[in-house]
T-cell receptor
Framework: ELKVEQNPLFLSMQEGKNYTIYCNYSTTSDRLYWYRQDPGKSLESLFVLLSNGAVKQEGRLMASLDTKARLSTLHITAAVHDLSATYFCAVDMNRDDKIIFGKGTRLHILP | EPEVTQTPSHQVTQMGQEVILRCVPISNHLYFYWYRQILGQKVEFLVSFYNNEISEKSEIFDDQFSVERPDGSNFTLKIRSTKLEDSAMYFC???????????FGSGTRLTVV
């Protein structure tokens, strides 16, 4: 059964700092998704990574995928308070049936 | 931008009552899903639906749950006899083809009292 692990689960950091969230998964997959969730809200799609070596950037966030290591990273550059949220990675196992989510990383950025 | 619409946004129901959660997926999407998120916890897969039938379901999706696409636009999740532990946020999602990206609705917060 596919397992998806994120770390850290909680992260408190100061504005202006850089940090990386890691997402490991247990079985072969070449499709990985990052979502953002604000408290009480829905899941906002951030990145869709569809192949080994894929790198995507949007503003201060950059995501990458290494399918051989079964690892994706979400890098935050010069964090700002507005990025405070919970970030989920999710892995697509069978392409059609479902995606499996990690537990999420709750990111709190201190002004 | 097209979106997945869910109603109601919040439903309170008594234990043992039936509830129906409604979703309108993006019109040209072919795959439909329900997920749930107990407060503060991870997002859990419930069921996927394609070509008018369930393609996969999780252990959570027992006989108390059912899904339907009654009219070609709505996609519903029915819980026959709600339990306290069914209290959660329920998200509907759809995708054009599997693996090309999933769009989630805004969710229905179900509170069972």
């Amino acid at each position: 059964e596919l397992k998806v692990e994120q770390n850290p689960l909680f992260l408190s950091m100061q504005e202006g700092k850089n940090y990386t969230i890691y997402c490991n998964y247990s079985t072969t997959s070449d499709r990985l998704y990052w979502y953002r969730q604000d408290p009480g809200k829905s899941l906002e799609s951030l990145f869709v990574l569809l192949s080994n070596g894929a790198v995507k950037q949007e503003g201060r966030l950059m995501a990458s995928l290494d399918t051989k290591a079964r690892l994706s990273t979400l890098h935050i550059t010069a964090a700002v308070h507005d990025l405070s949220a919970t970030y989920f990675c999710a892995v697509d196992m069978n392409r059609d049936d479902k995606i499996i989510f990690g537990k999420g990383t709750r990111l709190h950025i201190l002004p | 931008e097209p979106e997945v619409t869910q109603t109601p946004s919040h439903q309170v129901t008594q234990m043992g009552q039936e509830v129906i959660l409604r979703c309108v997926p993006i019109s040209n999407h072919l795959y439909f899903y329900w997920y749930r998120q107990i407060l503060g916890q991870k997002v859990e897969f419930l069921v996927s639906f394609y070509n008018n039938e369930i393609s996969e379901k999780s252990e959570i999706f027992d006989d108390q749950f059912s899904v339907e696409r009654p009219d070609g636009s709505n996609f519903t999740l029915k819980i026959r006899s709600t339990k306290l532990e069914d209290s959660a946020m329920y998200f509907c999602a759809s995708s054009l083809t599997g693996g090309t990206g999933y769009t989630f609705g805004s969710g229905t917060r179900l509170t069972v009292v």
